[in-house]
């Protein structure tokens, strides 16, 4: 069999398996045991794996995962962050599209506390929304800061697609965390600066209104009682990282050991919120890591099955720029966007696209975080976008679907100037890694 | 006590041909069988998958290539060697398994990557012995008894030529066993005993997490073979390699013993053959490698310091390694007669 | 028909109740992992001796973790799904693509069930135990797949049998960790 032949037969498989709707999951480990029949033998193949599936679970480098989805449930649950939300709108003051801004910031900080695009958009969405539109915020200034907070949960660490596009391929999974940091923090500033134009040019869209007033004493009490702690906890766990005193796992647990503690100091630890965080925790971490120890047997097969270095030798005799194949690239994660999540697209295409990137001499993590962001992209693209889902489930049904769709827009336009920008300038992504490196 | 273990040694190796002979008798045409010592040529081609431990341009993978060179031109092209891939086709620690449950017909394969299956496999990392000498007293097919048992695989030879070596970071001065206490060493099961013995605590981390663990001052410093450093990235965070060397690389050459079985066996003997000539002619180009890697490395400022207490060092090397084994082992006596001057 | 539904009602409220025991293990496990981890982190920082066997802890603890948890998020139906064809499917249609799903979905975990049973036999059977720092049996550290996959390949079947013949089962909803402690008293 031809290389793109193999390639065809491991997608159009796939694909239809998804379609018809069998769980990704599950449609993984169904593919895989067609095609090890195929390229290996029945009971061979299916052996190799289980196997793959045992070692794929049993590597160090994803043992953050859970850990990290711990801290953010933990956080969630015990109310701290709404506290933290409701402390940060009381710093604002007066500012044009001060809500929005206010979504945008927490939708930050939040996303530097949580791995979960979802959890962060639901979470920022439910206890927005109703004072937004009170308000009398336009609808596009709504759902945009909303949509862009869900995606840089995914940029910012610690998350958990950071993980797993490190894990399956084989990029340092500390260098592509800390790498995040700075491009996340760009594209906050650039849709902070978006929405600040749009309240100022038309006051309509955001109107202004009067809030109490607290005094700077009490503004500054609130700020070291409420959002110093949990800054401080952020701090330490990429501190850990970044210095090379721990690694990301033992971040991890140190992060989700924090976030466990912290809640006692403000009495807001019981029985109910650490059960609700551990059933959640197990709900996402055993979702999206059975999806990894079923793909891992995917490209796997896809190496065996020569397919892999088929693509690999002709893309590198093709006669074209290699940033072309690059963007190609790309394009292919964000075309995947519009209709599948983004860990499925991790674990479709990393495997096949890093060592083309590794052969064509360009930065492995800066590749990774630029992969990252497409895939925030395609995560608010219709017809299916997780985000998507997470924002109509938070917003009235009055408002229609054309609305929804054109706000949309505007978080994929910035999200892709973005990626232009770090293609023109890596430095914003290798400068910090490179710094841990010395 | 050698030259009777020797003896036991090839009676062996005879009874395991025999087995071949039976087998092939009860499953294929006999012919091939009445003339067994004349080349039966039976016409049929075998193809024979592989997978290799590390990637395909790692020094350490030398004799891989020259093997199947050696192996198409003897057979006369009635073997073909298919390469399917490196640790992205298969996990490195299940392809002991792969070989196994025949996902793959050959694998050079590191032996401490499945010696919690066949522990025996490591007496060939703790080797004292030349491997001309090895393969006079039988020593591979000794083992390969234990691989066959247990695993299903034939152990066909070594894969590489290698000695082990252990390596710190750029601030880390070694110039003394003693120095080693309470340093984390990165080191799978074949490196452990040695660890241990000068007082470093042993952490087991894959290849390609040596690099990124070292940089972030996690370990202190990682045991590997004295060559093949710079496909580790190692020149730019390595301070000093530490000699003496020591032990033996543990690459094997392993064949899944029911399709070992169903070749030819003039087909086996070529296959045999090849792997001892691809070791020994690999195992020269090893030696210009090293000389060559450490001009490299040392203009990227990595030392190569020798042990004040050399003799300290290779007397616990050797006390360690061979008592580790032994409480792994259930016939250390004969491994030893096998594997020690 | 009758005796039937019963009869089917009863096995899913004992498969539901195994299911919620593996879940309440799984958050053990969970804890556990981070208390494993915390404990290496500790002992490195304050001791300066590295307890080695605590990242293998910590791996082998986030296996069972996942495995143990996925037949409770498999009924919770909170498996990714991509629906952009399926979610307009209704009534009979609908029945018919769950009833077609489980099977595709059952049948590839039954032969993960069956390989890796087979696997933790033989592990078991020859004894192997893992080379590295801590002498893990080999066999142990696979037991939380062979369970998980089993009482997935249960849910399945529970799933294609009550569309099958169109049950409408509604499971109280009951409180995981209420359930067991009911069960433990
Ligand atoms: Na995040
Ligand atoms: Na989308």
Not at chain 2, 117 to 134: C, D, I, K, N
Request: hydrophobic share 50%; proline share 4%.
């Amino acid at each position: 069999m031809e290389w793109y032949t193999i390639i065809l037969l491991f997608f159009v498989l796939l694909i239809f398996f998804v379609l018809i709707g069998v769980p990704i999951a599950f449609a993984f480990i169904t593919v895989n045991i067609i095609l090890s029949t195929i390229f290996i033998g029945f009971s061979s193949g299916a052996m190799n794996l289980v196997n793959s599936a045992f070692s794929s679970m049993t590597s160090f480098s994803i043992t953050p995962i859970p850990l990290f989805i711990l801290m953010g449930e933990v956080l969630f649950h015990s109310g701290l962050v709404l506290k933290m939300l409701d402390v940060i709108s009381k710093l604002l003051g007066k500012l044009p599209s001060r809500l929005s801004i206010l979504a945008n910031i927490t939708g930050t900080m939040f996303a530097a506390l949580s791995g979960s695009a979802v959890a962060n958009a639901a979470m920022l969405g439910s206890a927005l929304t109703p004072e937004m539109l009170r308000r009398g915020y336009h609808i596009k200034m709504i759902i945009g800061p909303i949509l862009a907070a869900g995606s840089l949960a995914i940029i910012i660490p610690p998350s958990t697609v950071t993980i797993l596009l490190g894990s399956v391929g084989q990029i340092s999974v500390g260098d592509l965390l800390i790498a995040g940091i700075l491009p996340g923090l760009m594209i906050t500033v650039m849709f902070l600066i978006y929405y600040i134009f749009l309240g100022v040019k038309n006051p309509s869209l955001a109107p202004r209104y009067e809030i109490d007033n607290s005094t700077w004493k009490e503004r500054i009490r609130l700020l070291i009682q409420y959002v110093l702690p949990a800054v401080l906890l952020i701090g330490t766990v990429l501190g850990l990282i970044f210095f090379g005193i721990a690694t990301p796992t033992e971040s991890a647990a140190i992060g989700a050991l924090g976030s466990i503690i912290l809640p006692m100091f403000y009495g807001r630890f019981n029985k109910k919120m650490i059960q609700n965080s551990v059933l959640g925790t197990l709900k996402i971490s055993s979702m999206i890591l059975l999806i990894l120890a079923a793909s891992a047997g995917f490209s796997q097969l896809l190496a065996f099955s020569g397919a892999t270095r088929g693509l690999i030798s002709v893309v590198l005799a093709l006669d074209i720029p290699s940033i072309v194949t690059i963007i190609f690239m790309l394009l292919v994660i964000l075309l995947l966007g519009t209709f599948i999540e983004p860990m499925s697209i991790v674990m479709i295409t990393i495997p096949l696209f890093v060592p083309v990137v590794a052969v064509l001499g360009y930065d492995l993590v800066w590749f990774g975080i630029i992969a990252l962001i497409c895939l925030s992209i395609g995560n608010v693209t219709p017809p299916f976008g997780m985000l998507l889902f997470t924002i109509k489930g938070v917003i009235p049904s009055s408002v229609t679907l054309k609305e929804v769709y054109k706000s949309v827009i505007n978080v994929v336009v910035i999200q892709m100037i973005a990626v232009i920008i770090l293609i023109l300038f890596p430095e914003i992504v290798t400068w910090l890694p490179s710094l841990r490196a010395n | 006590g050698g030259n009777e273990d020797e003896a036991n040694g090839s009676e062996n190796s005879n009874d395991g041909n025999e087995n071949v002979a039976a087998e092939n008798a009860n499953n294929e045409n006999e012919n091939e069988n009445e003339n067994a010592n004349e080349p039966a040529n039976d016409g049929e081609t075998y193809t024979l998958s592989v997978v290799l431990s590390l990637d395909e341009d790692n020094p350490q993978m030398l004799s891989f290539p020259i093997f199947t060179e050696i192996v198409e031109a003897e057979s006369d092209g009635r073997i073909q060697i298919d390469y399917v891939g490196g640790p992205e086709a298969i996990p490195p620690f299940t392809q002991g398994e792969a070989v196994q449950n025949g996902t793959v017909d050959m694998g050079w394969v590191a032996g401490s990557y499945y010696a919690d299956v066949v522990p025996e496999v490591l007496g060939l990392s703790f080797s004292q012995l030349e491997y001309e000498e090895e393969v006079e007293r039988g020593s591979i097919e000794y083992i390969s008894r234990f691989h066959e048992e247990k695993m299903n695989t034939k152990a066909i030879g070594r894969a590489g030529k290698g000695n082990f070596a252990l390596h710190v970071g750029k601030d880390i001065e070694v110039n003394s066993t003693a120095d080693f206490e309470g340093l984390d060493i990165r080191g799978t099961a074949n490196y452990v005993p040695v660890i241990e013995a000068v007082g470093a605590n042993a952490i087991a981390l894959e290849a390609g997490e040596i690099y990124s663990s070292l940089e972030r001052g996690l370990i202190d410093g990682y045991a590997w073979t004295n060559y093949a450093l710079p496909e580790l990235g190692a020149q730019e965070i390595t301070g000093s390699q530490i000699m003496p060397y020591f032990n033996e690389a543990d690459q094997m050459i392993l064949a899944n013993l029911d399709v070992w079985n169903d070749l030819p066996e003039d087909l086996q003997e070529i296959i045999t053959n090849a792997a001892i000539d691809a070791y020994l002619e690999s195992r020269d180009m090893v030696e210009e490698i090293l000389a060559e890697e450490r001009i490299e490395m040392e203009e990227a400022g990595v030392q190569y310091v020798e042990l004040e207490d050399a003799d300290r060092f290779e007397e616990l090397v050797e006390e360690n390694s061979w008592a580790w084994l032994a409480e792994r082992v259930d016939n250390i006596e004969e491994m030893e007669e096998y594997f020690k001057q | 028909m009758d005796i039937f539904k019963k009869v089917t009602k009863v096995v899913n409220r004992y498969v539901t109740m195994l299911e919620n025991i593996l879940l309440t293990i799984s958050g053990v496990f969970l804890i556990s992992m981070l208390l494993t981890v915390c404990i290496g982190v500790g002992s490195r920082a304050i001791f300066n001796n590295s307890i080695l066997w605590t990242n293998e802890l910590a791996s082998y603890l986030m296996l069972g973790t996942v495995f143990l948890a996925a037949p409770w998020v498999l009924r919770k139906n909170a498996h990714i799904i991509v629906d952009i064809f399926t979610y307009k499917l209704k009534g009979k249609s609908l029945r018919f693509n769950t009833i077609l799903v489980s099977i595709i979905a059952g049948v590839a975990c039954a032969i993960y069930f069956w390989f890796s049973f087979n696997i933790t036999l033989n592990h078991y059977n020859n004894g192997t135990v893992n080379m590295g720092s801590f002498p893990w049996p080999r066999f142990a550290l696979y037991i939380p797949m062979v369970i998980g996959f089993f009482f997935l390949i249960v849910r399945f079947l529970v799933m294609i049998i009550t569309n099958l013949f169109g049950i409408q089962e509604k499971i109280e909803e009951e409180d995981p960790l209420e359930q067991v402690n009911n069960l433990l008293q």
